[in-house]
């Protein structure tokens, strides 16, 4: 039986936005983004001078222009600062960010002991303290990209990084959620991952074996596997234009 134009429906696949921040490496979602057709990366907006701005609000007012650009249906991924700034977009921003995938967050992250020391090894630092598995391409190519950014710039993401507190907001974030935590994770525990999930309206919540802070270092495969899931169920009547 023919159907007329008038009982056509056309549905847009979710939109993965990948958030790209400086301690993820300049290049750290190239192993993942690959795949999915129309994924975007968003770099984390730079101020005059070419430095990362010190306020989260002004972070999240650029970052909420950049994305409301995009067609939707948005989903946000971001793993530690990126992901921490996408819990705080979609709970200032709901009706720009249709579904979001937070990786290595927790209500409040801690720099492990060691990391800022020197600003000569904060790379190494970064490191070491972020893998779980410290050789193969994907680790030595992160710590090239960390020697090549200026280290106030990673300063200053880390000092933003551990200054986003979500413990009395989160339950304001409506849309569905996918939070992912290595298990070896020193930034965010997956206990503290997991009680941020439970105060999420709509979480699924997983722990990835084998892995550290940077998920997407130690088990791209895995996150990828993830993401890719999550779209799939993403339920697009979510989308709200």
């Given at each position: 039986m023919a159907h007329s134009d008038?009982?056509?429906?056309?549905?847009?696949?979710?939109r993965p936005i990948f958030i790209q921040t400086a301690l993820g490496g300049s290049s750290s979602w190239d192993a993942i983004i690959q795949g999915f057709d129309g994924g975007i990366i968003v770099n984390l907006p730079l101020?005059?001078?070419?430095?990362?701005?010190?306020s989260a609000a002004v972070l999240l007012e650029r970052?909420?222009?950049?994305?409301?650009?995009?067609p939707g249906p948005r989903v946000v991924?971001?793993?530690?600062?990126?992901?921490?700034?996408?819990?705080?977009?979609?709970?200032?921003?709901?009706?720009?960010?249709?579904?979001?995938?937070?990786?290595?967050?927790?209500?409040?992250?801690?720099?492990p002991a060691g990391v800022r020391g020197n600003t000569a090894d904060i790379a190494d630092?970064?490191?070491?303290?972020?893998?779980?598995?410290?050789?193969?391409?994907?680790?030595?190519?992160?710590?090239?990209?960390?020697t090549r950014i200026h280290p106030e710039r990673l300063l200053r993401e880390l000092d933003l990084f551990e200054s986003i507190r979500l413990h009395d907001t989160a339950h304001e974030i409506l849309c569905p959620t996918l939070v992912v935590v290595?298990?070896?994770?020193?930034?965010?525990?997956?206990?503290?991952?997991?009680?941020?999930?439970?105060?999420l309206a709509r979480h699924h919540f997983v722990i990835v074996e084998d892995a550290g802070h940077f998920v997407h270092i130690d088990a791209p495969e895995t996150l990828r596997l993830l993401i890719t899931a999550f779209l799939a169920r993403?339920?697009?009547?979510?989308h709200r234009g």
């Open positions: 008038k009982d056509s429906i056309v549905i847009a696949a979710p101020d005059d001078d070419g430095v990362d701005p010190q970052l909420g222009a950049a994305i409301s650009s995009i991924v971001g793993t530690g600062l990126g992901g921490m700034l996408g819990l705080e977009l979609a709970r200032t921003f709901p009706h720009e960010v249709d579904a979001l995938i937070a990786i290595g967050c927790a209500a409040q992250c801690r720099i630092s970064l490191v070491a303290h972020g893998v779980a598995i410290a050789d193969g391409d994907l680790v030595d190519d992160l710590a090239l990209a960390l290595g298990a070896h994770d020193i930034w965010a525990p997956p206990r503290d991952a997991e009680a941020l999930a439970r105060t993403f339920d697009i009547s979510t």
